[in-house]
């Protein structure tokens, strides 16, 4: 059985991959067009010419998963966003010590559930 902390963490660690595979290709796309070995290359042609729109498109997602994961990220027992309670949403995938109670009702993340 999972503890309230394991399936935040579980559903922040999902947010934040998605995150990093955003930004990813404008990364890849920036370092390319920066330093292009190859100017003959339909890829390095297109990553000089198009690498802002990836940033942008990259950038876009990383803050609709953000503002999401506020959402996502809720108490257990009283769907009161914990996102906003504390701290970032990377604290729950990084197992930060002080987020270990719901700030609204109590609950303490780390228990597991009793039925």
Same mark, same amino acid.
């Given at each position: 059985m999972l503890t309230p902390r394991q399936r935040l963490a579980r559903i922040a660690r999902i947010g934040l +991959? #998605?995150?990093a #595979? +955003? #930004?990813?290709? +404008? =990364? =890849?796309a920036m370092m390319v067009s920066w330093n292009p @070995?190859?100017?003959? @290359?339909a890829f390095v042609q297109w990553c000089v010419s198009y690498w802002w @729109?990836?940033?942008?498109?990259?950038t876009f997602v990383y803050t609709a998963v953000a503002y999401a994961l506020s959402f996502l990220l809720?108490?257990? %027992?009283c769907r009161y966003r914990l996102s906003r309670a504390y701290t970032p949403t990377w604290a729950f995938a990084s197992h930060? +010590? %002080? =987020?270990r109670y719901s700030a609204h009702c109590g609950l303490a993340l780390d228990a597991s559930r009793s039925d």
């Open positions: +991959a #998605i995150q #595979i +955003a #930004i990813l290709p +404008a =990364v =890849v @070995s190859n100017q003959d @290359s @729109s990836l940033l942008l498109l990259g809720r108490c257990p %027992h930060n +010590a %002080h =987020v």
